[in-house]
């Protein structure tokens, strides 16, 4: 039955039952279920089942709540019969319980077994205090922690992945995963039959179907001054070869210009004549270019700066001319 019919213990079931939660006698034992075809009045003053016309011993129970029992009653007979109240039977006899209502619960015809399966709800907790007797017909719904009747899922159910009721078996659960490992070998198929290769400064690689290795590898100090690699990358430690000094007089290699250095400082330039000026390092080639600035802020006076003669610039300097008083100059050169 889809909702649980609601039994009525008799006065003498009651008394029964108060007995056995006193600890009196040991839980009550349900051993019968009668059967009956009228339509009665379940009143606690029963001592019988109205219209009863068979008893069924083939009869299991349990408890799968506090006050709710799942019974399973099993009628092989080729008897003929509207079912419409029941009556669960002590071991002594009593009537303990029973339900009645006006529309049949079944219809047995002759050439069909009658498997009643229901779930029956007391109003008060009694489960632990009621027992069963035959075993072999209790099919209570499966639970996670009761073991019992469950519909075994189809495919599609076991595929689809969101039903929690329906018992997956290991055929259908087999089919599942399989599926699923041959989707995910096909990717790592798929995966396999690419090649990873490096290219320009990147090297190494080959098939994904072992791990592999791409690699960038950085140029020396030696090898950055050089400038003659097309196959390794420059790198901050690459560039730190580079001749280079920093301060208020000092040089820098220029990286990527063939060895260009670029100098710079500062000097006073003597009155009114030449002054020597040495460059912070000599050019290893030559000095190309210098120029040098100074003078005072005096527009009283004409010509007040300093300058290199062309003809005296070397690779490990120049001389400056001034033809005003001495003051403080600086220069920029630059060469190879």
């Given at each position: 039955?889809a909702?649980?019919?609601?039994?009525?213990?008799?006065?003498?079931?009651?008394?029964?039952?108060?007995?056995a939660?006193?600890?009196d006698?040991?839980?009550?034992?349900?051993?019968?279920?009668?059967?009956?075809?009228?339509?009665?009045?379940?009143?606690?003053?029963?001592?019988?089942?109205?219209?009863?016309?068979?008893?069924l011993?083939?009869?299991?129970?349990?408890?799968?709540?506090?006050?709710t029992?799942?019974?399973?009653?099993?009628?092989?007979?080729?008897?003929?019969?509207?079912?419409?109240g029941?009556?669960?039977?002590?071991?002594?006899?009593?009537?303990?319980?029973?339900?009645?209502?006006?529309?049949?619960?079944?219809?047995?015809?002759?050439?069909?077994?009658?498997?009643?399966?229901?779930?029956?709800?007391?109003s008060?907790?009694?489960?632990?205090?009621?027992?069963?007797?035959?075993?072999?017909?209790?099919?209570?719904?499966?639970t996670?922690?009761?073991?019992?009747?469950?519909?075994?899922?189809?495919?599609?159910?076991?595929?689809?992945?969101?039903?929690?009721?329906?018992?997956?078996?290991?055929?259908?659960?087999?089919?599942?995963?399989?599926?699923?490992?041959?989707?995910?070998?096909?990717?790592?198929?798929?995966?396999t039959?690419?090649?990873?290769?490096?290219?320009?400064?990147?090297?190494?690689?080959?098939?994904?179907?072992?791990?592999?290795?791409?690699?960038?590898?950085?140029?020396?100090?030696?090898?950055?001054?050089?400038?003659?690699?097309?196959?390794?990358?420059?790198?901050?430690?690459?560039?730190?070869?580079?001749?280079?000094?920093?301060?208020?007089?000092?040089?820098?290699?220029?990286?990527?210009?063939?060895?260009?250095?670029?100098?710079?400082?500062?000097?006073?330039?003597?009155?009114?004549?030449?002054?020597?000026?040495?460059?912070?390092?000599?050019?290893?080639?030559?000095?190309?270019?210098?120029?040098?600035?100074?003078?005072?802020?005096?527009?009283?006076?004409?010509?007040?700066?300093?300058?290199f003669?062309?003809?005296?610039?070397?690779?490990?300097?120049?001389?400056?001319?001034?033809?005003?008083?001495?003051?403080?100059?600086?220069?920029?050169?630059?060469?190879?």
């Amino acid at each position: 039955m889809a909702n649980p019919i609601n039994l009525i213990i008799t006065n003498a079931g009651l008394d029964a039952l108060v007995d056995a939660q006193n600890g009196d006698t040991d839980a009550i034992k349900v051993i019968e279920v009668g059967l009956t075809e009228a339509a009665f009045d379940p009143a606690p003053t029963l001592t019988a089942l109205p219209g009863e016309f068979k008893r069924l011993a083939s009869f299991g129970g349990q408890s799968t709540g506090p006050n709710t029992i799942h019974m399973t009653a099993l009628d092989a007979g080729a008897t003929t019969y509207d079912l419409r109240g029941i009556g669960l039977f002590l071991e002594d006899g009593t009537l303990f319980a029973s339900f009645a209502q006006a529309d049949p619960i079944f219809s047995k015809v002759s050439i069909a077994s009658f498997l009643l399966a229901f779930d029956v709800r007391f109003s008060g907790e009694v489960g632990e205090d009621i027992t069963f007797g035959d075993a072999t017909f209790l099919y209570p719904p499966a639970t996670e922690t009761v073991k019992g009747v469950a519909e075994i899922a189809t495919q599609e159910e076991t595929d689809a992945a969101t039903d929690d009721e329906r018992i997956v078996t290991p055929l259908k659960l087999g089919v599942f995963v399989n599926a699923i490992a041959r989707a995910l070998q096909g990717a790592i198929d798929a995966l396999t039959g690419r090649t990873i290769t490096g290219t320009g400064l990147a090297t190494g690689g080959g098939s994904l179907a072992a791990d592999r290795t791409i690699n960038v590898a950085a140029a020396s100090s030696a090898e950055a001054r050089a400038e003659a690699l097309a196959t390794k990358a420059l790198t901050p430690a690459s560039l730190a070869g580079f001749a280079r000094q920093v301060g208020q007089s000092g040089y820098a290699t220029i990286p990527g210009t063939g060895g260009m250095i670029i100098q710079h400082g500062r000097f006073t330039a003597a009155a009114n004549g030449p002054t020597s000026v040495t460059w912070p390092i000599a050019f290893p080639t030559a000095c190309y270019a210098a120029v040098c600035n100074g003078g005072k802020s005096d527009a009283a006076i004409q010509d007040n700066y300093v300058t290199f003669l062309a003809e005296s610039i070397s690779a490990t300097g120049a001389t400056a001319y001034n033809n005003q008083t001495a003051y403080s100059a600086s220069f920029i050169a630059i060469g190879r």
